[in-house]
C-alpha cells in the first residue's frame, strides 16, 4: 500500500504560498507518477505547478474521461485487468480518494452535505448525522446542491428510498435532510428564477429548526445558480459560493466540515478551499463518509476502477482552479 499524500490544508493562517506547494506535492507524489506511466505517460515535472496539472489535464482527457461532458450516472464503463485495477486501486487511496477520514476538530461553524444522486444525497446526509452522534458539534446541518433535473431512473429511485415526487437534485437533499433529521417541512426563506422553465439560473434557500440529540439546530437546503446558465447547471462551485455569500453568511475564521463520498474528497476539498478558503477566510475540513456506518439499502458500494479516474481528472480541473486563485492573492 502506498503512503497517504495529504491534500492542501486550509485554516485561516494558511497562505496561499502554502496552498501552491501542497498541490505540488500531491502531484508530484509517487503513487500519481506510477500511475500515469502504467497507462504509457510520464509527468514533466520541469515547469510550473500550472503547466504539470495541464498536462495531468491532457493526459487525462485522453485515457480517463470516460464522461464526456455527461453526468456521471451516463458515463461510458470501462474495465481493467486485475493488474491495473488493483494498482489504479491502490494510487487513489493513496491520494485521498479511497480512504477513511475524521474530522480534524470536534467542533464546526457549518457542516455542509454535498448533494449529488439521490442515494448519495440520504448516504451523506446519514453519514452527517451520525458524526453528530458520536460527538462532533455543529449548530447548523447544510445540503447544497442545485435545480439539477432527476433522470427517470433516479426518480425512481427515490421513490424507492422514501423521497417520492423529486423532479430536482435540491428535493432530493430536501427530502434526505427530513427523513435523517425526522423534521417538518423545510420553508422557503428565499427563492429566484423558475426551475421549470431555466433551471441554470433557478435558487433557492429553504430551513426548518430542529432538536437532534438534545440541541437546537437548524437545517437548510440551498441550490444555487449556475455561473454560466448559457452552458451548463450549476456545479459545486457555484452551489458553495451561493450558499457561503446568500444563506450562511459565513465569516472569517469560520470552520467548516464538508461532507461528502470518499471518491469525490480530493476535486470537493479543493473547490472548498478555493471559494471558503481563501475567498472567505474559513477553515476548511472534507470528509468521505464511512459506507459500514450507512444502511445496506442506500446501495453504497464501492466505486469501481474507471469511476475512480474519473474523479482524478476532475481532481486536476479543481487543482488548477485553486492554483489560478491562490497565485492571484499571494
Known amino acids: 500500500m502506498s503512503t497517504p499524500i495529504a491534500l492542501p490544508l486550509c485554516d485561516p493562517q494558511t497562505s ?124 447548523e446541518i447544510n445540503a447544497i446542491g442545485g435545480f439539477r433535473i432527476m433522470g427517470e431512473a433516479e426518480r425512481v429511485r427515490a421513490e424507492e428510498l422514501g423521497a417520492p415526487d423529486c423532479r430536482f437534485e435540491l428535493d432530493g437533499l430536501v427530502a434526505a435532510l427530513r427523513i435523517v433529521f425526522d423534521s417538518g417541512p423545510l420553508t422557503t426563506v428565499d427563492s429566484g428564477g423558475s426551475p421549470d422553465v431555466d433551471p441554470p439560473r433557478a435558487w433557492s434557500i429553504a430551513e426548518q429548526g430542529v432538536t437532534f440529540e438534545g440541541t437546537d439546530r437548524l437545517l437548510r437546503a440551498t441550490a444555487g445558480p449556475s455561473s454560466q446558465p448559457e452552458r451548463r447547471r450549476a456545479d459545486t462551485g457555484d452551489s458553495m459560493r451561493f450558499w457561503a455569500e446568500k444563506a450562511a453568511k459565513v465569516r472569517p475564521g469560520d470552520r467548516v466540515l464538508v461532507v461528502t463520498s470518499p471518491r469525490f474528497v480530493p476535486f470537493q476539498h479543493c473547490d472548498a478551499v478555493r471559494i471558503l478558503g481563501l475567498g472567505y477566510g474559513c477553515a476548511i475540513d472534507t470528509v468521505g463518509m464511512r459506507t459500514e456506518w450507512l444502511p445496506d439499502s442506500l446501495g453504497m458500494t464501492e466505486p469501481a476502477p474507471d469511476q475512480y479516474l474519473q474523479e482524478l481528472r476532475s481532481t486536476f480541473f479543481s487543482m488548477r482552479r485553486l492554483v489560478d486563485a491562490a497565485r492571484q492573492r499571494r
Open 16 to 139: 496561499p504560498s502554502d496552498i501552491v506547494d501542497d498541490v505540488d506535492r500531491w502531484i508530484g507524489s509517487p503513487p500519481l507518477a506510477e500511475l500515469v506511466e502504467r497507462f504509457s505517460g510520464k509527468i514533466d515535472y520541469s515547469g510550473t505547478t500550472e503547466a504539470t496539472l495541464d498536462q495531468l489535464l491532457a493526459f487525462s482527457a485522453d485515457h480517463w474521461d470516460f464522461r464526456g461532458g455527461r453526468e456521471r450516472d451516463q458515463a461510458r464503463r470501462v474495465e481493467f485487468d486485475e493488474p491495473t485495477a488493483a494498482a489504479i486501486l491502490d494510487a487513489v487511496a493513496a491520494l485521498g480518494l479511497r480512504r477513511d477520514t475524521w474530522p480534524r476538530f470536534t467542533r464546526y461553524d457549518h457542516l455542509v452535505v454535498l448533494g449529488g444522486l439521490i442515494g448519495g444525497c440520504l448516504a451523506r446526509t446519514r453519514y452527517a448525522a451520525e458524526l453528530i452522534r458520536r460527538g462532533i458539534d455543529v449548530a
